[in-house]
């Protein structure tokens, strides 16, 4: 059974950082894309930012030049670098893999205050 491991919330002052991880068990499952969701309370769950296979990234209008999305292929493993975190950026963060089915992660909390 294909899982999706988050680590890496907590609580930050505005301007600090925080690194998120996720690792999809069993390289063997074939994952396309995938990417970092976030909902903060009352809100839509959105993409954050999304990388493909090949490399192609997009990123949330909110959070370029902020945040920064990569992969290990072969782990099957994706990190999100969050930098000059603002208390908007507090929400659940969730990790999403495209697959067949696709899968999501448990939720890590990120909460940005002073």
């Known amino acids: 059974q294909v899982q999706l491991v988050e680590s890496g919330g907590g609580l930050v002052q505005p301007g600090g950082s925080l690194r998120l991880s996720c690792a999809a068990s069993g390289s063997i499952f074939r994952i396309n894309a995938m990417g970092w969701y976030r909902q903060a309370p009352g809100k839509q769950r959105e993409l954050v930012a999304r990388i493909t296979g090949g490399g192609r990234i997009n990123y949330l209008d909110s959070v370029k030049g902020r945040f920064t999305i990569s992969r290990d292929n072969a782990k099957n493993t994706v990190y999100l670098q969050m930098n000059s975190l603002k208390p908007e950026d507090t929400a659940v963060y969730y990790c999403?893999?495209?697959?067949?089915?696709?899968?999501w992660g448990q939720g890590t909390q990120v909460t940005v205050s002073s």
């Open positions: 999403h893999a495209e697959s067949f089915p696709t899968y």
